[in-house]
């Protein structure tokens, strides 16, 4: 079974960094691709970062060049580092793991992952 959670989530200024973490902390899961989404109080969720077994990464155009994702597969750990962070990056973010292994073109899309933690909320001032 498959257990995310999340940490990192902070209140940081404009240009400031924050690191999320995420840890799978149920047994050898299998997890073939996981990823990072985003959603605001009346929009809909979206796919911001993910990254497959393959170590593919996609990333949403609204954050390339600024988020990085990476897997420490040793310690079960997904992690997002956010750089250059701006108020549109507000929101609370969701950790995702699939047991598949996704495309880069699909890593983005919700509806293919299989777990979701409980978030961490990220807020973003001017």
């Known amino acids: 079974q498959v257990q995310l959670v999340e940490s990192g989530g902070d209140s940081v200024q404009a240009g400031g960094s924050l690191r999320l973490s995420c840890v799978d902390s149920?047994?050898?899961?299998?997890?073939?691709?996981m990823g990072w989404f985003r959603q605001v109080v009346g929009k809909e969720r979206e796919g911001v970062a993910g990254?497959?077994?393959?170590?593919?990464?996609a990333y949403s155009d609204s954050v390339k060049g600024r988020f990085t994702i990476s897997q420490d597969n040793g310690k079960n750990t997904l992690t997002l580092q956010m750089d250059n962070e701006r108020p549109e990056d507000n929101g609370m973010y969701f950790c995702?793991?699939?047991?598949?292994?996704?495309?880069?073109?699909?890593?983005?899309?919700?509806?293919?992952?299989?777990?979701w933690g409980q978030g961490t909320p990220v807020t973003v001032s001017s």
């Open positions: 995702a793991a699939g047991t598949r292994i996704q495309l880069q073109a699909r890593l983005l899309d919700g509806q293919d992952y299989n777990y």
């Open positions: 990254i497959n077994a393959f170590g593919d990464t």
């Open positions: 149920g047994p050898a899961s299998g997890t073939q691709s």
